[in-house]
Nanobody, 123 residues
């Protein structure tokens, strides 16, 4: 059974940094794309960032480019989202997701989702 478990969220002040982790288990993810999404109160879930384990592909939403970095540790099956220069508008529940191929992630066709973790940024 595939599981994606997020950790590292919490409270931060504007300008601070946080690092989210997503531990993946239940299958081999070497061919997968991994993504982060977020959903603010009353809003739809939005794409944040994605990466492929192979091929070195990465993609970011315009709102986080230059501030957030997605990376992964293949040996640990863990994906990270380093969030720097946080803003109050980054406040949301953040979700980790896995897509079986990079092209699926480009079309937001993710196969597995974590339960989400809250990130709150105060001004």
């Amino acid at each position: 059974q595939v599981q994606l478990v997020e950790s590292g969220g919490g409270l931060a002040q504007a300008g601070d940094s946080l690092r989210l982790s997503c531990a993946a288990s239940g299958r081999t993810f070497s061919s997968y794309a991994m993504g982060w999404f977020r959903q603010a109160p009353g809003k739809e879930r939005d794409f944040v960032a994605a990466m492929s384990w192979s091929g070195g592909n990465t993609k970011y939403a315009d709102a986080v480019k230059g501030r957030f970095t997605i990376s992964g540790d293949n040996a640990k099956n863990t994906v990270y989202l380093q969030m720097n220069s946080l803003k109050p508008e980054d406040t949301a529940v953040y979700y980790c997701a896995a897509a079986s191929r990079w092209w699926r992630s480009e079309n937001n066709l993710y196969d597995y989702w974590g339960q989400g973790i809250q990130v709150t940024v105060s001004s």
